[in-house]
């Protein structure tokens, strides 16, 4: 499988504080994405981060890829309530059209 | 319009019944997707379809079958489904190819239980 594997599997932090979720993968890839899912809803796309880049910058979102250890970090700082939520690296190492999600951390904020 | 429509956004069916799961998108995409997602597990792609062909099937159960009318619109059609097939089924989108991007516009899904 190329899923990629995330950790931790679940975070749990207060309001304020900054959350950093990992994601490594297992083959070379054109670019790795980010995807935020809000309890049995869709996915939102968060932030794309192509494999010659090494850092990306995105309002609180902060992304980093490490394409010789095949991982990715997404930072959220200052968290929200509202940012309770699942989210998910995604990478197109399987085809273009193929985008494979990653197992995914559940991020808890509390007030 | 920047949304994917998915209906119903829940959908209770015996293992006897035909039913199916629409999807529409009027941002001109031209590509479509079908995921299914178990509980508290990432999405799973189930099939793909460019302009208006599908594209890839990752090895899908015959009870599954899509459909692409036209390039807004897509459609699973369930029949003789098994309560392991209850899951949240997500439609997507995307364009932007030339970019060498594939980013997913995703509906907000349709929630499906098999008795």
């Known amino acids: 499988s190329q899923q990629g594997e995330e950790d931790p599997q679940a975070l749990s932090i207060q309001e304020g504080e900054n959350a950093t979720m990992n994601c490594s993968y297992k083959?070379?890839?054109?670019?790795l994405q980010w995807y935020r899912q809000n309890s049995g809803r869709g996915l939102v796309h968060l932030i794309l981060i192509r494999s010659n880049e090494r850092e990306k910058h995105s309002g609180r979102l902060r992304v980093t890829l490490d394409t010789s250890k095949k991982s990715s970090s997404l930072l959220i700082t200052a968290s929200r309530a509202a940012d309770t939520a699942s989210y998910f690296c995604?990478?197109?190492?399987?085809?273009?059209?193929?985008?494979?999600f990653g197992t995914g951390t559940r991020l808890l904020v509390s007030p | 319009d920047t949304e994917v429509t998915q209906t119903p956004k829940h959908l209770v069916m015996g293992m006897t019944n035909k039913k199916s799961l629409k999807c529409e998108q009027h941002?001109?995409?031209?590509?479509m997707y079908w995921y299914k997602q178990k509980a508290k597990k990432p999405p799973e792609l189930m099939f793909v379809y460019s302009y208006e062909k599908l594209s890839i099937n990752e090895s899908v159960p015959s009870r599954f079958s899509p459909e692409c009318p036209n390039s807004s619109l897509l459609n699973l059609h369930l029949h003789a489904l098994q309560p392991e097939d209850s899951a949240l089924y997500l439609c997507?989108?995307?364009?932007?190819?030339?970019?060498?991007?594939?980013?997913?516009?995703f509906g907000a899904g349709s929630r499906l239980t098999v008795l």
């Open positions: 995604a990478t197109d190492a399987s085809g273009f059209q193929k985008l494979v």
């Open positions: 997507a989108s995307s364009s932007d190819w030339n970019s060498g991007a594939n980013v997913l516009t």
């Open positions: 083959t070379s890839i054109n670019n």
């Open positions: 941002m001109g995409h031209r590509a």
